[in-house]
């Protein structure tokens, strides 16, 4: 039995790594699912690459571009997971986009995610006053359906928090993934006013590229997602990624 999304909240401050499945192969992905684990992320968000991924920077793109080149498919995927939950429980939430679903079959996609044992699913760019069209057929199947607010949601905030599921994704900055240098959005903010609402943990993305940040991103938060910063060494190394991947993931979980 698979750990929930919430016990990746349970000991401290979580760590959400992000790789896009299939860059640079699918078994180098399995691997990093490994060592990200063994080096202290507490829960694993795997993107099933999308040709046209709005939300996400230049870095994402281009693992998007590497894994469908490379010959990635949804149920490629699907076939992963069923190779990784033989050897950890580790929470997994997949991360893509509503065309993919869509075109997958909603019911087909719910049911398949619930059968290989992943937890939960982000959609970027599903709005939350679109989301019912999804979370009624994933909620049937167990699978939640993560919300995120972003620094222009103000009023939204409360709203979107009291009927978020999982853990709420908070965006630290405006504009697409990617790594950034500083970010200078009020997070204690926006997590204050969710909390006021729910007590559903939060974990800022977008943006974090260093330990440092993400210690200061943790202060406010529940927990700390990376994903472009991680997905840059991937690039950079290819299928040699695993061991500087697992330096990295280590250099932030130990400053949370």
């Known amino acids: 039995m698979s750990k929930s999304i919430r016990d990746a909240f349970t000991n401290g401050k979580a760590f959400i790594p992000f790789i896009t499945c ?8 399995e691997k990093l699912v490994y060592a990200m684990e063994g080096a202290g992320a507490t829960l694993i968000e795997l993107g099933i690459p999308f040709s046209d991924p709005t939300a996400e920077g230049p870095v994402i793109m281009a693992a998007d571009e590497r894994a469908l080149s490379a010959g990635t498919t949804t149920d490629k995927v699907f076939d992963l997971v069923v190779k990784i939950r033989k050897n950890t429980d580790i929470p997994l939430v997949f991360m893509t986009y509503a065309n ?30 679109e989301k019912d069209e999804f979370d009624e057929v994933l909620s049937k199947y ?14 939204r905030i409360k709203m979107i928090a ?22 200078n959005t009020d997070i ?12 559903i943990p939060c974990a800022v993305g977008f943006g974090i590229s260093n330990p440092e940040t993400a210690k200061k991103m943790t202060e406010f938060s529940d927990g700390a997602i990376v994903g472009s910063a991680i997905v840059k060494i991937i690039a950079e ?18 400053a949370i």
């Open 22 to 29: 299939g860059d640079p192969s699918l078994d180098i992905t």
């Open 100 to 129: 993919v679903v869509f075109s997958y079959g909603i019911e087909k996609f719910a049911a398949k995610t619930k059968e290989v044992g992943v937890q939960g699913l982000i959609l970027p760019d599903v709005p939350y006053e």
């Open 142 to 155: 167990g699978i939640e359906l993560i919300s995120m607010i972003a620094p222009t949601s103000n009023e």
């Open 162 to 183: 009291s009927e978020a599921k999982g853990f709420l994704y908070c965006v630290s900055s405006l504009g697409v993934t990617g790594v950034r240098s500083t970010i």
């Open 188 to 199: 204690g903010g926006m997590i204050k006013l969710a909390k006021e609402v729910s007590d």
């Open 237 to 254: 190394y290819g299928e040699n990624c695993v061991e500087p991947v697992t330096k990295f993931v280590k250099s932030i979980t130990d």
